[in-house]
């Protein structure tokens, strides 16, 4: 029996997270100078997932269900995490292989493991372009549709209630300077083939908390700007979406962004959680031990980063094993990055004490200078990349406060608005006129809301006219 193993029956089949509650439950009883004492000794755990419950987070890794049977592998996995996700287990190649005939049983060893062990499960991928079985890679049109929605519901009601989050379509955009979709023969059954399968896994699973997840979409760029006017739209469409995931795939070449935090950020103000879902940054030593503790910092201080999930346990595990990306090494002993990762989760921000905002953004506070005239005025700010842009615009309520607004903004020729959020468009070529939707046109003296929208083109220069109802 290895020391893991040993070491995981010694610790009495508590789970790490169940044994920060039951320190608070403790603390909560004695008295409050003492309270105070033990909560910040508390706040000093001493395995991934106990720190990050502590923090109000869960830490998570993908497992591969041929590797439960591995000691050295289960202690770990048991003794340090709190989520999983099935590596290739849930992919549609794995689970539908035949059309209509469903295979769960490498699935269903994890979910099983993971239940048993008091760990959740990250359901991955309902719908995407890769690891399709080849009847799927066959089809197209109506056909190919109709089956994507059936995967979808089939795979979700199979696992209905005992997935936390699904991440329902995986890397969807391309890469590159364009913010544009991929092409796959699921994109080319309709641009709506995502909402479609986002609103198949919420019926099917209504409890699941439900992502789109992507990679190269960590730091601001065209690709995450496309992602999040999509996102944006979906909120304001009520296409049912709760979460996007970040895969964080880093290495020399692609190191975490320094905007990384500032991302994550924008995201979680449009009501949405996110989650670091692949994490994996290639190298060794101190630097890549400087960028994991980066990376958890990031996720502490954004209050919607709700868990981090590695892709993988030792080195040995990943699918990048010669980077050495992860946070044990192929024997299993931990590294400086798992030294760095534990240290910058017991020093980072406590669990939040008020609830997260939801949709729709909310609003500012009234400024305590007196507010503009009365009327209403705008701003402009944009994200811009080659052929496209993003702008985001603010309508401050003048000294009447509105009960609606509509802003206007005077695109230069050839420019076109190919999406709006938080507002109703009228008109995408030319001059266009936003108008307020139902929860956001009434503003007090001074407050602000903001909404956005996507276009094709040179972007809009100078300030957008408002108007007060
Ligand atoms: O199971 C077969 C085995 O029978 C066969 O002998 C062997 C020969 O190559 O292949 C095995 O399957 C491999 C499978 O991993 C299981 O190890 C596939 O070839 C291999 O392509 C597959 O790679 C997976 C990859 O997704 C495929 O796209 C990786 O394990 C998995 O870590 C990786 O995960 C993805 C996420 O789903 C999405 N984000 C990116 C991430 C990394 O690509």
Not at 131 to 149: H, K, T, Y
């Amino acid at each position: 029996m290895s020391s893991s193993t040993a070491r995981d029956r010694g610790s009495a089949r508590v789970r790490p997270d169940r044994r920060a509650a039951l320190v608070s439950a403790t603390v909560g009883t004695v008295a409050a100078g003492m309270v105070l004492a033990l909560a910040t000794a508390a706040s000093a755990g001493t395995t991934l997932a106990t720190s990050a419950a502590e923090k109000g987070r869960y830490f998570g890794t993908a497992v591969a269900a041929n590797k439960l049977s591995d000691s050295t592998y289960v202690g770990i996995l048991n003794r340090e995490f709190n989520m999983v996700t099935p590596e290739n287990e849930m992919k549609w190649d794995a689970t539908e292989p035949s059309q209509g005939q469903f295979t769960y049983t490498s699935a269903d060893r994890i979910v099983s493991h993971a239940q048993a062990n008091g760990m959740r499960v990250r359901g991955h991928a309902l719908a995407w372009h890769s690891q399709q079985p080849g009847w799927a890679q066959n089809l197209s049109g109506s056909a190919l549709r109709s089956a994507m929605v059936n995967h979808v519901t089939q795979v979700a009601t199979h696992y209905k209630g005992k997935i936390h989050s699904w991440d329902v379509v995986n890397e969807a955009f391309a890469d590159g300077g364009n913010g544009a979709r991929r092409d796959s023969n699921l994109q080319r059954t309709g641009n709506d083939w995502i909402e479609v399968a986002f609103r198949a896994a919420r019926t099917a699973d209504p409890s699941a908390k439900l992502c789109y997840n992507d990679y190269n979409t960590d730091g601001q760029n065209a690709k995450s700007n496309a992602v999040y006017a999509m996102v944006s739209d979906f909120k304001a469409r009520g296409v049912p979406i709760d979460c996007v995931g970040f895969q964080s795939h880093f290495n020399s070449a692609s190191p975490v962004p320094g905007d990384y935090q500032a991302n994550l950020q924008r995201f979680a103000n449009l009501g949405l959680d996110v989650q670091i879902t692949e994490l994996d940054i290639e190298g060794s030593g101190t630097a890549q031990a400087n960028s994991y503790a980066t990376v958890v910092r990031a996720c502490l201080a954004v209050s919607r980063c709700t868990g981090i999930s590695v892709w993988g346990i030792r080195d040995t595990d990943s699918w990048r094993a010669s980077g050495t990306p992860l946070l044990f090494d192929g024997n299993g002993n931990k590294k400086a990055a798992y030294t760095a990762t534990l240290d910058a989760l017991n020093s980072g921000t406590p669990i939040p004490t008020t609830p997260p905002p939801t949709t729709p953004p909310p609003t500012t506070p009234p400024p305590t200078t007196p507010p503009p005239g009365a009327g209403c005025t705008a701003s402009l700010s944009l994200q811009t990349w080659t052929g496209g842009f993003v702008a985001t615009v603010r309508v401050t309520a003048g000294s009447s406060g509105t009960n609606g607004w509509a802003a206007t903004v005077t695109l230069p020729s050839g420019t076109a608005v190919t999406n709006a959020w938080n507002a109703q468009s009228s008109g995408t070529t030319g001059t266009v006129r936003f108008a307020n939707v139902a929860y956001n046109g009434r503003l007090t003296a001074g407050q602000s809301t903001e909404f956005g929208f996507q276009g094709v083109g040179t972007p809009p220069a100078g300030t957008p006219s408002c108007t007060a109802s």
